[in-house]
């Protein structure tokens, strides 16, 4: 079983539409929790960084952390074509070590 | 601020070869992590460095190796090439406890 579990997609919705993404995780000691999203053949952009359990606002995006069902979410409102991407979940211990597991990425296409 | 920046872009080797990646940091920054992505996949961590050691290794065989330079940029060597490393190699820059920032990588095609 793989540490962290990431519905691979693809997800087609229609531009405007609300998007939730979600990540399942089995190792209790996650403390950071982050989502990345990942154009083609281009590397990681850091979209939310959350600590522990709770929720975060960034604009259109919301993240949301439920430490105690080990689930994390991306919603992404007013969906644009923009957003088409491969969406990363992540996270890592708390301290000073940084070493980061992935889910292995949901494609979303936003259809204009 | 440039971010974290990476060389070569793209790379071509033969099975056998030796290849060494290169990778400098964010500004700020101290600490380099390497990751490979596989076609589909997520990335996966091979080593973590601060302050030139090597402080954390995922589950990458000897064959990957690596060194900090004072300066805190970074260099990934991979010796004797196997089909299968043939992925996107990502640099990411911290200075932790906070989030690391990726650079564009560099896509190894080994043949």
């Known amino acids: 079983q793989k540490e962290v579990e990431q519905d691979p997609g693809p997800l087609s919705v229609p531009e405007g539409a609300i998007v939730s993404l979600n990540c399942t995780y089995s190792?209790?000691?996650?403390?950071?929790f982050m989502w990345y999203r990942q154009y083609s053949r281009k590397g990681p952009e850091l979209l939310m960084y959350?600590?522990?359990?709770g929720n975060k606002e960034d604009g259109r995006f919301t993240a949301q952390v439920d430490k105690s069902s080990k689930y994390i979410s991306l919603f992404i409102r007013d969906s644009q074509p923009s957003d088409s991407a491969t969406y990363l979940c992540?996270?890592?211990?708390?301290?000073?070590?940084?070493?980061?597991?992935f889910g292995t990425g949901t494609k979303l296409q936003v259809i204009p | 601020d440039a971010g974290v920046t990476q060389s070569p872009t793209h790379l071509i080797k033969t099975r056998g070869q030796q290849v060494t990646l290169r990778c400098s940091p964010k500004?700020?920054?101290?600490?380099v992590s390497w990751y490979q992505q596989a076609l589909g996949q997520g990335p996966q961590f091979i080593f973590q460095?601060?302050?030139?050691?090597?402080?954390q290794r995922g589950n990458f065989p000897d064959r990957f190796s690596g060194h900090q330079f004072p300066n805190y940029s970074s260099e990934l060597n991979v010796n004797a090439l196997l089909l299968g490393d043939s992925a996107l190699y990502l640099c990411?820059?911290?200075?932790?406890?906070?989030?690391?920032?990726f650079g564009p990588g560099t896509r190894l095609t080994v043949t």
């Open positions: 959350t600590y522990s359990s």
């Open positions: 500004s700020g920054h101290d600490t």
């Open positions: 992540a996270m890592s211990y708390s301290g000073g070590y940084q070493k980061v597991t």
């Open positions: 190792n209790s000691a996650f403390q950071y």
């Open positions: 990411a820059s911290s200075s932790p406890p906070y989030e690391q920032y």
């Open positions: 460095y601060y302050e030139e050691e090597e402080r």
